[in-house]
């Protein structure tokens, strides 16, 4: 990318409180789906579709077949949006106080939110249903769907991990050994046989076993860690704390690289596709893009006009969303990528791809619309 070189984002407006979380999903049939949380009450999600950028829209929207993505601000209140337009489509309304982390199931089509009300709430992504709400005992920071989808992982101020399963979902949780300090960020791992989380109040990302409940790992880190993402492949955890951004390997556990930043960051996230280069933000309002090979800074986006709380890839990697303090939610586009040689099958896993998909959806409903007609023009003969 041409550090000179800018580009325009699109920009999701009409949060009330700041942007603190967002979320993709896979790639589906019909979307990849962005969840965004701001620090209110509501809910956002997206869908995206489009041939230079996806389009965001909520992830109750699925059906027009594009790639989705979801996202917290801290208010009570999911709300749904066009993210081609920005127009706003409807909310997910239930919770009573500000909601820190969102998430959406590998398939689209359950959303999960964990807020301050002492509550983490399953959502139907179809409909903005509420499923069930899960009842805590303090303010939940961070919530994650098992890859399997049948289980809700959910830690917050309580310093207890706990694991819902949603086949059950008025059965008691199991809880696991209990987090030294208040719950992050979490995630699993391993085909959901690890679980992975990062404190409020001290360094380090600890690594539970599922099976034993017990942590078994700890990967050392100076200051807090912001933000932890497991690559798209699974072969990397990237982790935010202060001014650096370090790559793991996710399943031997030894540092892969660690790099400087030019400030303290909040969010990093690691392009799913080629893997050969990562985002980064946070205090100095920027989105920085940087080398993966060389920490070289290879880029530099600017237009949000306060902190950046978080930043993910999508899905195919051919753009980024960003979530500040000043409650906007800005699209980037990476650009045409430099590895057109490579197979779709990149370092970070294989990619569907979404145009293709659609335009093969399209294809099939117009094929179904053309048979209907013939239908009828048949029967209209055979009556008269």
């Not at 998909?357 to 055979?382: F, L, P, T």
Request: overall charge negative.
């Amino acid at each position: 990318m041409d550090k000179k070189k800018v580009i325009a984002p699109l920009v999701c407006h009409g949060h009330s409180r700041p942007v603190v979380d967002l979320f993709y999903s896979p790639i589906t049939l019909m979307v990849s789906s962005l969840l965004v949380q701001a620090r209110d009450e509501f809910l956002e999600c997206w869908i995206i579709d489009g041939e230079d950028l996806p389009c965001l829209a909520v992830s109750d929207k699925v059906e027009d077949q594009t790639s989705t993505f979801s996202g917290q601000i801290l208010n009570s209140t999911p709300m749904l949006r066009n993210g081609e337009t920005g127009d706003w489509i409807g909310t997910f309304q239930g919770h009573k106080g500000a909601v820190w982390s969102c998430c959406l199931d590998k398939h689209a089509l359950r959303a999960a939110s964990a807020s301050a009300d002492f509550s983490a709430k399953l959502w139907d992504a179809l409909t903005g249903d509420e499923l069930h709400s899960f009842e805590h005992k303090h303010i939940v920071r961070a919530c994650a769907f098992s890859e399997d989808t049948h289980l809700l992982l959910t830690g917050g101020m309580e310093k207890v991990l706990r694991i819902f399963d949603l086949n059950r979902p008025d059965a008691p949780p199991r809880e696991i050994e209990k987090s030294p300090g208040s719950v992050r960020t979490v995630a699993w791992l391993h085909s959901d046989q690890t679980i992975l989380g990062s404190c409020t109040d001290m360094g380090g990302v600890r690594l539970w076993d599922v099976r034993t409940g017990t942590i078994v790992r700890t990967l050392e880190t100076k200051s807090s860690v912001t933000s932890a993402e497991v690559s798209q492949d699974g072969r990397y955890i990237t982790t935010a704390d202060g001014s650096t951004v370090k790559f793991w390997d996710a399943n031997h556990f030894g540092l892969v690289k660690s790099y400087d930043m030019p400030c303290i960051v909040e969010s990093a996230s690691l392009e799913p596709k080629y893997g050969n280069k990562f985002i980064a933000s946070g205090e100095d309002m920027w989105i920085h893009v940087f080398d993966f090979h060389t920490g070289a800074e290879i880029g530099c986006n600017k237009g949000h006009h306060g902190p950046v709380h978080c930043v993910r890839f999508s899905p195919g990697g051919e753009s980024y969303a960003s979530g500040s303090e000043d409650g906007t939610i800005r699209i980037w586009q990476t650009g045409p990528q430099n590895n057109t040689n490579q197979e779709t099958s990149g370092t970070n896993g294989p990619i569907q791809n979404v145009k293709d998909a659609a335009d093969e959806v399209a294809r099939q409903i117009e094929n179904v619309h053309i048979a209907e007609e013939d239908k009828n023009v048949s029967e209209m003969a055979q009556a008269g």
